[in-house]
């Protein structure tokens, strides 16, 4: 599986950004598609994910009612609408994929196939 992630970007607090990660060589296996990110010297912290069988998405609650995380099967790309950014929200975006069981899902050891990463950048 490859995961190439784009979107990333400067915006100032208040604003917004959409990533979108697109995957190659997907199957059945890879049931969730994550977003997370991190910050230098901070552990990567789970920010959203989706199932790609219909499962309702989850999110962390520092993103709740700010970010929706959304897929498009046909093109295999997931994306992360975020809005009403804010400073806490700078860091490298990463998207994953895997089939971890349900409550490990937003643990970053639980997947196996990462993105490059994309920086989102926000200014207050």
């Known amino acids: 599986v490859q995961l190439q992630a784009s979107g990333g970007g400067l915006v100032q607090a208040g604003g917004f950004l959409r990533l979108s990660c697109t995957a190659s060589?997907?199957?059945?296996?890879?049931?969730?598609m994550v977003w997370f990110r991190q910050n230098p010297g901070k552990e990567r912290e789970f920010v959203a994910s989706?199932?790609?069988?219909?499962?309702?998405?989850s999110y962390a609650d520092s993103v709740k009612g700010r970010f929706t995380i959304s897929i498009n099967n046909a093109k295999n790309t997931v994306y992360l609408q975020m809005n009403s950014l804010n400073a806490e929200d700078t860091g490298f975006y990463y998207c994953?994929?895997?089939?971890?069981?349900?409550?490990?899902?937003?643990?970053?050891?639980?997947?196996?196939?990462w993105g490059q990463g994309t920086l989102v950048t926000v200014s207050s």
């Open positions: 994953a994929t895997g089939s971890p069981v349900s409550s490990h899902r937003y643990f970053p050891s639980a997947y196996s196939s």
């Open positions: 989706i199932s790609r069988f219909g499962v309702t998405p």
């Open positions: 060589g997907l199957s059945f296996s890879n049931r969730y």
